[in-house]
Each structure stands twice: as C-alpha cells, then as structure tokens.
C-alpha cells in the first residue's frame, strides 16, 4: 500500500472506531436505563443488567457500521479539505478514480468486519443475552399467540419414508433447553382429513432426530368399511402412553427461530428455515428478505463511503465541519429508515427478494455517483 493509501486508512479507520463508539456509547446508555426498571426485581441485579446490555452491543455495531463509515469518512474529507490536504492531493495527479479506490481498499476491511458481526458475533451474543436473561428471572420461550406456537411439517409413512400428509405442531411453552410443554400434534393426510390428534404434557428432542413425547393422549381416526353405499363415520382410537418416539423435521432451532428477530438471525439460519419453510409450502419472504439484507448490508459500507467522498469537493468556505458531520448523520438515518422501508413494502407488495435488499443500497449508489458528477463539473 502506498504512503497516501497508508495515510487515508489511518485517518478513516481512527475517525470510523471514534463515531462507532461514540454511537455504541448512546445505545448502550439507552438499553441501561431500560433494563434499570427490572433490577431488583427476584435475583435481577445491577450486574446483570450491565452484562445484558453490553451482549447488545455487536448487534448494534453491525446495523451501525454503514452509518459509521459515513460519518468518519466525511469527517475525514471534511478535514482535508479544511486544510487544503485535499486540494494538494489533486494537484499532485489525484484523480477522482484512484481517490475512490484509495477508499474502496480501506471499504474491504470494514465491511468484512460488519460482515464477522452480523454472521457470527451479533447472532451469538444476541442468543446468549436471551438466554441469560431469561435463566436469571427462570422464564421461558413463549409465543405471541394466545394459541401458543405453531409450526408445520410433513407427515411421512414410517416404512417407505414418503411424503403421506402434513402435521401441525402446536407448543404452549419452549424452555431454553429446547423442551417443549403443552404439545398437541394435528396430522392430517393429503386431503387434509384428519388422521390423529396427539396431546402431550411435554416433548424432549433426541439426538437422532425424533422427540420423545412424555404424558401421550393419542386419537387415532380408523376408517370403517362403507356398507349399504354409504360411509359410516371414521372410529376414534383412544390411547394413554406414558411415553412415545415422534420423528419430525422440526427441532428446537426451528421452534427458536419462530421467536426470533429475523434482523438478529445469522443468514445460515435464516437460509435453513427459509428452504424447511419452502419445503412446507409456507411463505419464506419475510426471512428471505432478512437473508438478502444480511448478505448485502456489508456492501453498504462502500456505497456510504463513495457517498462521502463529494465532501472533500467541497471548501471549507461552502460549510463549517460540523454541518458537514451534521449532514452525514441525517444522511445515515435516511438510510437505516430507506432500508427499513423498503423491507416492509416488498413483503406487503411481495417484491422479489434480491431486489426489496438491492434497492436502497442501488438508489444511495445512484445519489452518489450523481454527487461525484456534479462536484466534478464544478
């Protein structure tokens, strides 16, 4: 790397860690006077609360790191230009396009890093948060639905492993260990005639891939012969087991993610339920959408820092830094709120998903290459 590369990269990346910690500050403080509300209440203490929110941070650190990346950069290039580094630089064979590749190579780095956030970091201490909590108030997993939760597989015949129906699973309560209480089991065949209702008091997975159900009440619908050409109703066979083997390509991780935030989702996790959710002839867009946002979002970080480069067009005469530093916060939140958007009205719309993610980014790329073009003719 060059003395100029060596010297962009460090300026960047000092300004970029300053604002990111700086916003990690604000956020944190936040999420602190939030949590101070159930300190002390059971064995909920002071100690937890900053252990809690401080498991926050990568995930805040990862959505926060395009609009880092914008403000520090435009900090920077604010900087030179007030110092006339900038103008130098141009009169020393500085053109446009190596000033962008000079800020693409220093671009690779951080969106890498956002990149190791949102795929390992943020995922992990998000679930570890939420399991730490909820083993210090002693509470579990829980649906939004009054019902319980509800999840869909496919009924397969036990000898020849073909596809013969569908099964409804619904779970009162998941436990962090992955136990289900409350279980009730629809399986119909596929006609969508019920076959059998299964109730039991809980569930706990096995290792090869079935449950063992504990307190079983099973109904079993036998369809009796037609006779005299009409059918009589189907008998029910009732059972009471102390324990029976379920086999289900439903686990734990599957029951987890249907309580989790799709944002807060690693994109191995949502690939995986996405394709278990298209195998089951669910709709998959909402968790596709959140795939392709965490596969594109790193490149966000390019497109701010393109973005930011017109500021260093600018003379310091044109406007003081911190309307400079002003602009690119609001130029940042526009993005996140863009972002957000777009997302909502493509699964309202059902855009694509590729391009419900691609658009904001495309539309900033697009501002930005207009900027580069109109501070280039002037």
Same mark, same amino acid.
């Given at each position: 790397? &060059?003395? $100029?590369?060596?010297?962009? /990269? ?5 300004? *970029?860690?300053? !604002? %990111?910690? +700086? ?68 009169? &020393?064979? $500085?053109?446009?396009?190596? /000033? ?5 190579? *220093?671009?690779? !780095? %951080?969106? +890498? ?256 290459i207009a900027s580069l073009w109109w501070v280039e003719r002037h």
């Amino acid at each position: 790397m &060059s003395v $100029l590369g060596r010297y962009y /990269a460090g300026e960047i990346y000092r300004s *970029v860690l300053f !604002v %990111l910690i +700086a916003f990690l500050a604000l956020f944190g403080f936040f999420d602190l006077m939030g949590e101070l509300q159930a300190v002390g209440r059971g064995p909920y203490r002071i100690e937890h609360a900053f252990l809690f929110v401080a498991f926050g941070l990568p995930a805040y650190a990862y959505e926060l790191m395009p609009i880092a990346a914008l403000i520090g950069t435009i900090y920077v290039m604010a900087q030179f230009a007030a110092r006339s580094e900038f103008t130098v630089m141009r009169a &020393s064979s $500085l053109s446009m396009g190596r /000033a962008i590749r000079l800020l693409m190579r *220093v671009a690779v !780095v %951080l969106a +890498a890093l956002t990149f190791v956030l949102g795929e390992f970091a943020a995922p992990r201490a998000n679930d570890f948060r939420e399991s730490f909590k909820r083993r210090i108030e002693g509470s579990s997993l829980s649906s939004e639905f009054r019902s319980g939760l509800w999840a869909k597989d496919v009924l397969r015949d036990p000898q020849s492993k073909q596809v013969i129906g569908s099964r409804f699973l619904n779970a009162g309560r998941v436990d962090p260990d992955g136990t289900v209480h409350g279980v009730n089991v629809f399986e119909l065949d596929q006609d969508m005639r019920l076959l059998a209702r299964i109730a039991a008091e809980r569930a706990e997975y096995l290792q090869d891939g079935s449950w063992r159900l504990v307190g079983v009440t099973e109904m079993r619908m036998q369809p009796v012969a037609a006779q005299a050409d009409r059918r009589q109703p189907d008998a029910v066979v009732r059972r009471q087991l102390d324990t029976s083997l379920m086999r289900s390509d439903i686990t734990p991780d599957i029951l987890a993610v249907l309580l989790a935030d799709p944002k807060k989702m690693s994109a191995l996790h949502l690939a995986q339920f996405s394709r278990h959710l298209q195998e089951n002839r669910q709709r998959s867009e909402r968790y596709e959408i959140a795939l392709w946002n965490k596969l594109l979002y790193p490149g966000a970080v390019f497109v701010m820092m393109i973005l930011a480069l017109p500021f260093a067009y600018v003379q310091a005469r044109s406007g003081g830094l911190s309307l400079k530093v002003f602009s690119g916060i609001m130029i940042g939140l526009l993005f996140h709120l863009v972002n957000n958007l777009f997302s909502h009205i493509g699964l309202l719309n059902t855009w694509p998903p590729f391009m419900t993610a691609l658009t904001p980014s495309a539309l900033f790329l697009l501002a930005a290459i207009a900027s580069l073009w109109w501070v280039e003719r002037h």
